[in-house]
């Protein structure tokens, strides 16, 4: 999970509904609902996040499926905050996907398996700066809690990995082909004493306001060399 800085603001119409935020969670569902300016609040947020889905980091445009607009702290809990740019982010699926995952009995993730459920004491927030620390992501394509965690946070980074089903089958697969694709890439470029500095920048940093889909993976499998690359772009990747 990458962290999200917010840079937006969701436009005028997203501000003028958060100025009458004292709903009910009937009350934010209804007005929710009949927003109609969503589709300029996701771009917005595809804007910051870089296009990647603020939980499973996939690019749902690569992959052929859509996005939603996600609550982190849900509505039906946090009436006031259904309209609040700084509790919105952009996740996959769409909810046209959910047919589809459904047809080809994939397991939902991100926003709409976590739906409702939210313990604010457990979640590991996409919003959060030290959120990526939490989190290890192995060449077999699953996601687990980082070894360095405390374990209070390892039961954060448990948490939130069951709550989002970030190990769904169809996100393992994904990480778990990504994995081999890289460690190749790596091999070719050393055996042709290519620059791996230069492979770098084409996942690391962002191309037409897009990066390249599980940044988090990539930046942990290169580790310091990662950690160079991102420092040196460090103004065009803010």
Known sequence: MRAITK???GGYQLEKAYENSQLTSDEASTRWKSFKHKAQVLDALLDEQYGLCCYSEIR???EGLGYHIEHVRPKSSYPSQTFDYANLAASALSSHDLNIFKTIK???FGGHAKLKAYDPALFVSCHDSACDRYFAYLSDGRIVAANILSLSEKASA???INL???NSLYLINRRRRWHDE???LFEEHLSKGWSIENLLTIDLIPSNKRLSQFFSM???FFGDIAEQVIQQHL???R
């Open 60 to 62: 749902a445009d690569l």
């Open 218 to 220: 990539t930046r942990q």
């Open 182 to 184: 890289l460690d190749e």
């Open 158 to 160: 448990n948490y939130t």
């Open 164 to 166: 989002l089903n970030l």
């Open 7 to 9: 840079k937006n603001s």
């Open 106 to 108: 994939e397991e939902t």
């Open 235 to 237: 103004p065009e990747f």
